[in-house]
């Protein structure tokens, strides 16, 4: 009885999976986690898709994931990551990433997250997703002030 309630609740949850693996594919959006506590980044392959990587050239590590934000964001994207953990904020931040088929240009994203927390309110993890923007001007907004 147990074994069939199991196999049953098994297929469901691969069932889910496929049809959550499914929408975020015909959205073009990658998925992510960030470990606060060992550093560790974890990425699904929508992820190694946007960003145009190979699983096996990448670390894991936030150090090489900053690597590929553009010099003049990376200031304002990581005081938003810093306000997530500290403040309890939702990261929303437009992006830009190096283009490896086009080393002089760029391409815009969009990154949202949450950071979960344990039942003392430490920080343990941050997940969310990233999307390619076809158009500058959400990013440009973030700029007013900067």
Not at 5 to 13: A, G, P, V, Y
Not at 45 to 74: C, G, T, W
Request: proline letters at 3%; a neutral charge; charged letters at 30%.
């Amino acid at each position: 009885m147990i074994s069939t309630q199991l196999r049953d609740i098994t297929c469901k949850l691969s069932e889910l999976e496929i049809r959550v693996d499914a929408a975020l594919t015909a959205a073009g959006v990658g998925v992510w986690e960030w470990d606060l506590k060992t550093g560790r980044l974890y990425w699904d392959k929508r992820m190694f898709d946007i960003y145009q990587i190979n699983p096996n050239d990448f670390s894991h590590k936030y150090s090489e994931f900053r690597a590929l934000i553009h010099p003049d964001d990376v200031e304002r994207v990581e005081a938003k990551i810093n306000d997530c953990i500290t403040r309890d904020e939702q990261f929303v931040q437009y992006f830009r990433i190096k283009n490896p088929t086009n080393p002089s240009g760029w391409k815009y994203i969009k990154g949202k997250g949450s950071v979960f927390r344990n039942k003392k309110g430490e920080a343990l993890y941050m997940a969310g997703i990233n999307m390619e923007s076809d158009c500058p001007e959400e990013w440009l907004k973030t700029q007013v002030g900067a």
